[in-house]
């Protein structure tokens, strides 16, 4: 990845567009906009579909237990990552904008755990008037 | 001790007052993300509440899955088809998640070449992004009739917990939307760049601002966002 950013970042700037637009002088920023090779887009476009075929092998396999979890979660999470560094230029946007996006989203797992033993209450409970298997 | 110049900026601007002031003091020169425009920063913003809304659907899937009694459904046997003589488990959701990231691919290939002003590229590309979109919604739509007539039913199934068909629909219900739309302004964005709108900077129709070609990266935020949740969705919904 690290020769990809090394050829692939080139900063471009447009001031041609705001010229003659007075309301826009101050405010809007000239047009930056970074510019990769079509290659980076075709090698992370192959990597998504080998990660594809992999997590879906997991399951046409047949694999079960923390293996299967792990695997699993393993292929999402570099799929995920590969989309939204690469695909949504995030892996060049400055550190601000990346904080602001990226962090809040990982919050949402505390709200799982919260979740986690809330199910695992409502399902002890189930079990405890209702029974273990309807 | 360096000496502290005080910077002068001259006369102090006239700030307005009433309802105008309020609007010129919240929009005031503060600029937090200083090399992204706010159209670009918007579309993030909408895309991390975005985020929320699906985290929560797919939380109320996972405490509606892990507290039940009854059995889950196998989504393994449930989405398989019937292809040549043999059940090929999760063969159609396989395809779908494919046809999803080649339009990612295609996507991001289409902003590029907006950059290079290639209008002619980047509409047949947009175009191309917007057709295996397309073929994805058919092929959900498939999936949700093949269900529906096997008796699969927000409230109930017939191979284990009820959960499973409210879970199902929301959360590809959902999805499908979000690919819907992404669709429809696909198509619009892709005759705009055709049209030229971005290189003479012609107004939008609803917004009357200017055209310019971060409008594609816009919508390829959005577009890139919609394949994102599918990893998401592919990975807890289907593969769990």
Redesign the interface.
Known sequence: MAEVTANGLAQHTLHGAQAHDPAAIGTAPAEVYQEHPIKLYLVVWAWLFILSACSYLVDYVGLQGYLRWSLILIFMMLKAGLIVAVFMHMAWERLALTYAIILPPILVLVFVAMMVFESDYTLLTRTVFFGAEP | MADTTLTHTGQAQPRPAGLQGVAADWSS?QR??????WGK?MM??F??SD??IF?CFL?SY??AR?????PWPNP?EVFALHIGGSNI??ILI?IM??VL??S??T???AV?FG??HDRRKTAILMLLTAALGATFVGMQAFEWTKLITEGVRPWGNPWGAAQFGSSFFMITGFHGTHVTFGVIFLIIVARKVWRGDYDT?RPGFFTSR?G???HV?IM??YW??V??VW??I??FF???
Do not use: C, Q
């Open positions: 020169d937090a993300f200083k090399n992204v425009s920063a993030w913003i895309l991390l985020t929320f985290g939380l996972m405490t892990m507290s039940t009694r009854v393994s488990p999760l396989a998640t494919f990231i080649s990612s691919g996507m991001a290939m590029n950059y290079r900077g200017r310019r070609y971060e990266e390829g935020l890139h966002f394949d994102l990893v998401f592919f990975a289907y593969l769990w």
